[in-house]
């Protein structure tokens, strides 16, 4: 079992940055593949970006691709999504999630959720 938390959302401006932080506790971190998501209100939780148990492999959604950046420090069992340009569309609660095994951009394939954070970004 690991344990999530985000942090790092708030309000920001068009075009500014944040770090969203995902803190794991629990079983061995470098285990898993990281995930984050997001749900805006009214809308389906939809994949962000996830990365391998060693960060050999990553992927991004296309709506954030060369905005966002996902990395892991395993010796820290933290997870982060720097996050720049940042547009009206991103606002959204951000969560990341844990899963054993192969590199998934599918919710459902994740096993362990954070609470999530909101980020707001207002034009």
């Known amino acids: 079992q690991v344990q999530l938390v985000e942090s790092g959302g708030g309000l920001v401006q068009t075009e500014d940055s944040l770090r969203l932080s995902c803190a794991a506790s629990g079983r061995t971190f470098s285990s898993y593949v990281m995930g984050w998501f997001r749900q805006a209100p009214g809308k389906e939780r939809e994949f962000v970006a996830a990365?391998?148990?060693?960060?050999?492999?990553?992927g991004y959604a296309d709506s954030v691709k060369g905005r966002f950046t996902i990395s892991r420090d395993n010796a820290k069992n933290t997870m982060y999504l720097q996050m720049n340009s940042l547009k009206p569309e991103d606002t959204a609660v951000y969560y990341c999630?844990?899963?054993?095994?192969?590199?998934?951009?599918?919710?459902?394939?994740?096993?362990?959720w954070g609470q999530g954070t909101q980020v707001t970004v207002s034009s």
């Open positions: 990365i391998s148990q060693g960060s050999s492999s990553t």
């Open positions: 999630a844990a899963k054993i095994g192969v590199y998934s951009a599918r919710a459902n394939a994740y096993n362990y």
